[in-house]
């Protein structure tokens, strides 16, 4: 039973940060590839970030210019996107999705989604 339950989204100003959390249940996150994703009003879903054990470095978007940082943590089963330097451009649902160990990059090979958290940037 595959259960992805987010959460740390919020409002915060332009240049603050969030760390956002994907707890994982019913399968281990080390064995699979975790990615996040987001998608603004009107706009399409994007894959922003991946983290898997059968790619050498995480994947990342280009357009994210350093300021995200993913992370896991075997012995809690979670995921984490560590969000510095925000801009009010980043402002989307966020949503963490499973799929298999070559999934990440891909935007299509996930399998399970979380429920999404709201990222609000703006003073």
């Known amino acids: 039973q595959v259960q992805l339950v987010e959460s740390g989204g919020g409002l915060v100003q332009p240049g603050g940060s969030l760390r956002l959390s994907c707890a994982a249940s019913g399968f281990r996150v080390y064995y699979y590839a975790v990615g996040w994703f987001r998608q603004a009003p009107g706009k399409e879903r994007e894959e922003i970030s991946c983290i898997s054990s059968s790619h050498t470095l995480p994947y990342y978007a280009d357009y994210l210019q350093g300021r995200f940082i993913i992370s896991r943590d075997t012995g809690k089963n979670t995921v984490y996107l560590q969000m510095n330097s925000l801009k009010p451009e980043d402002t989307a649902v966020y949503y963490c999705?499973?799929?298999?160990?070559?999934?990440?990059?891909?935007?299509?090979?996930?399998?399970?989604w979380g429920q999404g958290t709201q990222v609000t940037v703006s003073s």
């Open positions: 999705a499973v799929g298999g160990p070559g999934a990440c990059g891909s935007n299509t090979g996930y399998d399970y």
